[in-house]
């Protein structure tokens, strides 16, 4: 098998992300890699959008990687300024985790920041599925997770509580079942109705979300599905048993889920609500997501 081999690193980090001191970190991961013979060059955020323009405007070089580091909402500004590039243009990406979330990186068995910098020497570049999302037709690709309803205002309940931690994520997810809210949409999934009253409608990437929390468990980051979990109105005592089943992922079995495999899913509502882009907030009437393949190539460990 040809070997890629990486030169150069620029490391865009978030300095408040996670629970550590992700600048140590930075720091930690600059000496391995020149160690290593690569040279790398720290990016430390300052505001919200640095991220994404850094990713836009870096030159592009070959055997250069565009890395992340903090959470899945460092890497969402990661992806979305290389989605900006031509495609002519776009440098493989990578994430070192140090979020308290890192969901992607958990599903790919790369959740200490050690094994993500000793995988990126290792690796290569593999395509990835995104989500392209369409808000009230502004385009926001995912990585990650896409959703509505629960899933959203769960998640910006949970970042309310980053005191907590790691742990902000279940004990949001338990406040949304007493809170027990649902809405009407309009839901049409690969040119099919489903419009009813939901709690939450979620597309997937990968397995895992929040905290290993197994929300699609055959979800595939380059199959060129998304897993779409659809959950409609019910009572707490419901929410709560697919709450339970979130750690093994037998809540996909329970008749009050609808879970499928498809290209592309459209949601809108009467009002304006909130949507859960990769943990960032959103708020629109209509979302549009469909999945894209081929896009972006992530540094990923060779496959076997």
Not at 198 to 223: E, T, W
Request: net charge neutral; glycine share 10%; aromatic share 6%.
């Amino acid at each position: 098998m040809h070997r890629h081999v990486i030169q150069h690193i620029h490391l865009i980090t978030n300095p408040k992300g996670g629970v550590g001191d992700n600048l140590a970190l930075a720091e930690q991961a600059r000496k391995f890699f020149f160690s290593h013979g690569v040279s790398c060059e720290v990016h430390s955020t300052a505001a919200p959008g640095d991220a994404t323009q850094w990713s836009a405007e870096i030159p592009q070089k070959p055997q250069t990687l565009i890395c992340a580091m903090g959470g899945d909402g460092t890497m969402h500004e990661v992806i979305n300024g290389m989605m900006q590039r031509e495609a002519t243009l776009r440098m493989p990406v990578a994430l070192i985790p140090g979020g308290t979330g890192n969901s992607f990186m958990e599903d790919l068995g790369l959740i200490h920041p050690r094994s993500a910098m000793e995988s990126i020497l290792g690796g290569s570049p593999q395509p990835i599925d995104l989500m392209e999302c369409a808000l009230d037709g502004a385009i926001e690709y995912a990585f990650n997770v896409c959703g509505w309803g629960m899933m959203a205002s769960g998640n910006q309940r949970a970042e309310s509580m980053r005191w907590m931690g790691r742990s902000r994520y279940h004990a949001a997810g338990l406040l949304e079942i007493m809170h027990c809210r649902s809405n009407h949409a309009q839901l049409e999934v690969d040119g099919k109705d489903f419009s009813a009253e939901y709690h939450l409608i979620a597309a997937s990437n990968s397995r895992l979300v929040g905290k290993g929390m197994l929300m699609s468990p055959h979800a595939k980051h380059d199959d060129g599905l998304m897993d779409l979990l659809m959950l409609k109105k019910k009572g707490r005592r419901t929410l709560m048993r697919l709450f339970k089943g979130l750690t093994n992922g037998t809540h996909i079995q329970d008749p009050s889920v609808e879970y499928q495999q498809i290209k592309e899913f459209r949601v809108r509502t009467p009002q304006s609500n909130c949507w859960n882009i990769d943990g960032e907030v959103r708020r629109a009437n209509e979302m549009s997501v469909s999945i894209r393949s081929g896009l972006l190539n992530w540094w990923l460990p060779e496959k076997r």
